[in-house]
């Protein structure tokens, strides 16, 4: 489970992220990524992740199981982002039936791409 510290708990966090940050695709997901957070805590915050999943990727089992999973995963890979950073992790509807590797190759790949030279 990600600590209150690396969640996004308010709805208006999630916006400014998705409209400023950087994007990255796969197949399963959308990342967006925020450097620059206009809402930093303190120097030295830490990296704060969101997450998107909506009715379209399926009924209410099928959208927690993906929530849980993505979470794991996020969790993991919380020391590869930069400090502020704001990451907002949307699951598109094949997210459902992809299995836990598939999600986390898929994360894994689209990080690769936001945290790469611009």
Do not use: C, Q, W
């Not at 950073?85 to 598939?102: G, I, M, Q």
Request: positive net charge; charged residues 25%; glycine residues 8%.
């Amino acid at each position: 489970m990600l600590t209150r510290a690396n969640r996004l708990t308010s709805s208006r966090l999630f916006a400014p992220a998705i409209r400023r940050g950087r994007r990255a695709g796969t197949r399963t997901l959308v990342l967006h990524l925020d450097l620059s957070p206009e809402e930093t805590n303190e120097a030295g915050a830490a990296p704060r992740v969101g997450f998107v999943v909506s009715k379209a990727v399926g009924p209410a089992v099928a959208r927690n199981k993906v929530k849980r999973r993505l979470r794991h995963l996020a969790r993991e890979r919380l020391s590869s982002l930069p400090g502020s950073a704001v990451l907002v992790v949307r699951a598109l509807p094949p997210a459902a039936t992809a299995s836990y590797d598939d999600l986390g190759h898929d994360l894994d790949r689209a990080l690769g791409r936001l945290l790469g030279p611009s």
